[in-house]
Nanobody
Framework: QVQLVESGGGLVQAGGSLRLSCAAS???????????TGWFRQAPRKEREFVAS????????YYANYVKGRFVISRDNAKITLYLPMNSAKPEDTAVYYC???????????????????WGQGTQVTVSS
């Protein structure tokens, strides 16, 4: 079992930046490093959608088109933490952001919510115009 806790959300003006973090507890570095991780978001009255994912070693990264070039996903396995710096924020980025983790080996492309078996509680990001 792993617990994920997001932080760093808040209010930012359009064009501004935020950095989201997701700390994992309940697992040591050696186990967290075997988890595939990602970020999703959910705006009011919308489905939860994929934002970015990063493989266990950090060598393979995918972004949704609507954040590509603005958000950067990274992970620090030694600190058991996942990051998502958000740059050039847009009002349409307003949502609750969730980090997610997938246990098990194999594969580098996971963009569906059902692909992940651990979720954080979410952190609200609001971008004002």
């Amino acid at each position: 079992q792993v617990q994920l806790v997001e932080s760093g959300g808040g209010l930012v003006q359009a064009g501004g930046s935020l950095r989201l973090s997701c700390a994992a507890s309940g697992r040591t570095f050696s186990i967290f490093s075997s988890y595939f991780t990602g970020w999703f978001r959910q705006a009011p009255r919308k489905e939860r959608e994929f934002v970015a994912s990063i493989s266990r070693s950090g060598g393979t990264i995918y972004y949704a088109n609507y954040v590509k070039g603005r958000f950067v996903i990274s992970r620090d396995n030694a600190k058991i933490t996942l990051y998502l710096p958000m740059n050039s924020a847009k009002p349409e980025d307003t949502a609750v952001y969730y980090c997610a983790a997938r246990s098990g080996l194999g594969g580098t492309y996971y963009v569906r919510t059902i692909d992940y078996n651990y979720w954080g509680q979410g952190t609200q990001v609001t971008v004002s115009s």
